[in-house]
């Protein structure tokens, strides 16, 4: 599985938009590029996958370079609830078991 | 997504005794369901993957022995922690295999005194 590298955390404020940048110089192919979101003594949470180019739902959007060494999460207008721990992990669909990095501690202030 | 709960969600025991942790998917028949194991402050580290109706899958440095996995059903799997110590006091977090990502569940804090 390729390796990821985000930054350990990141400090913003409410109503800003947030980018957190994964690399992931060494993907595959066939992976796919996750984000999951994860508050204190809670399960992660899917946020949003994919493969190349952007992609968007409700919640955030993911920026994907051509060459899928690197990966930007953003989250629009975040809440001091959007304060968690967000990792990005890469893999190849969801077949095997995950292998978290330490993810990026975001820290949101009114 | 799929829907996953656990049960219990926290468990205090003594050391010397097993504790089950049992993970279900509400919504989505799960032919392999993964356990993950969290210490404080630090991130998620897949234990084994568990497969419907044969031997679960662990990964190098967890004893197979001490850290049981019963998948019988497509909509359940068990975690049997036995002779639980202190030293596996821990986050426990299963999760279950959509199409391309995984689904986790809200976790089982496990104390062990």
């Known amino acids: 599985l390729a390796k990821t590298t985000q930054p350990i955390s990141m400090d913003s404020y409410e109503g800003q938009e947030v980018n957190i940048t994964c690399s992931h110089n060494n993907i595959a192919t066939n992976d796919y590029i996750t984000w999951y979101q994860q508050f204190p003594s809670q399960g992660p949470r899917f946020i949003i996958q994919?493969?190349?180019t952007k992609v968007t739902n409700e919640v955030a959007s993911l920026f994907i370079p051509a060459d899928r060494k690197s990966s930007t999460l953003s989250l629009p207008r975040v809440s001091l609830s959007d304060t968690a721990v967000y990792y990005c992990?890469?893999?190849?669909?969801?077949?095997?078991?995950?292998?978290f990095g330490k993810g990026t501690h975001l820290i949101i202030q009114p | 997504g799929a829907v996953v709960s656990q049960h219990p969600s926290r468990v205090i025991c003594k050391s010397g005794t097993s504790v089950k942790i049992e993970c279900r998917s509400l919504d989505f028949q799960a032919t392999t369901m993964f356990w993950y194991r969290q210490f404080p402050k630090q991130s998620l580290m897949l234990m084994a993957t568990s497969n419907e109706g044969s031997k679960a899958t662990y990964e190098q440095g967890v004893e197979k022995d001490k850290f049981l996995i019963n998948h019988a059903s497509l909509t359940l799997s068990t975690l049997t922690v036995t002779s639980a110590h202190p030293e596996d006091s821990s986050f426990y977090i299963c999760?279950?295999?959509?199409?391309?990502?995984?689904?986790f569940g809200p976790g089982t804090r496990l104390t062990v005194l």
């Open positions: 992990l890469v893999g190849g669909g969801g077949a095997d078991g995950l292998t």
């Open positions: 999760s279950v295999m959509g199409r391309n990502e995984q689904f």
């Open positions: 994919g493969y190349k």
